[in-house]
């Protein structure tokens, strides 16, 4: 019996970072929900441009889930899918009614906020994993939010 899975990964590792990856997955899912929550309830002087730049976010979130999704089948796993399960194990926070423009970017920060700190964790794995596709997937992710953030935050002033 192998110890590696069908893409030569140590099955160990490879456990390891899709369990690492199912929290991420769910935490992309609730935080999915929260910015879908903040294009549909968001009013004010600046609803035009935070309608659709939220827009934006959540279509690229969601893209992102079924990405993290892919991952962990590929690493011979199955991703939650239930949100049951997303709710047990996420750190974000279902987000309700708010419609002020400036606390939903709040919310958009603190979102990608946390899901940096948790691709970076894994990101440290894959690499002690020498899984070089997780790796290069959460690395472009973070590279990408860190910049989001950059820009809400100038936003916000």
Not at 59 to 71: Q, Y
Not at 103 to 113: F, L, N, S
């Amino acid at each position: 019996m192998s110890d590696t899975n069908s893409i030569g990964l140590h099955a160990g590792s490879a456990s390891h970072l899709a369990e690492r990856l199912n929290a991420l997955l769910a935490n992309y899912q609730l935080f999915y929900m929260n910015v879908r929550g903040y294009h549909w309830n968001v009013k004010g002087d600046n609803f035009f441009e935070l309608h659709t730049k939220f827009e934006e976010y959540y279509t690229d979130l969601l893209a992102k889930i079924d990405e993290v999704a892919e991952r962990i089948l590929t690493l011979g796993h199955k991703p939650v899918h239930a949100y049951s399960d997303y709710f047990k194990i996420a750190t974000i926070e279902e987000q309700k009614d708010i419609h002020d423009g400036a606390a939903c970017v709040r919310g958009i920060v603190q979102g990608y906020q946390t899901l940096i700190d948790l691709q970076r964790e894994i990101l440290s794995l894959a690499s002690d994993a020498d899984d070089e596709g997780t790796a290069s997937q959460v690395g472009d992710y973070i590279r990408e939010q860190e910049k989001t953030i950059w820009m809400l935050n100038a936003y916000l002033g």
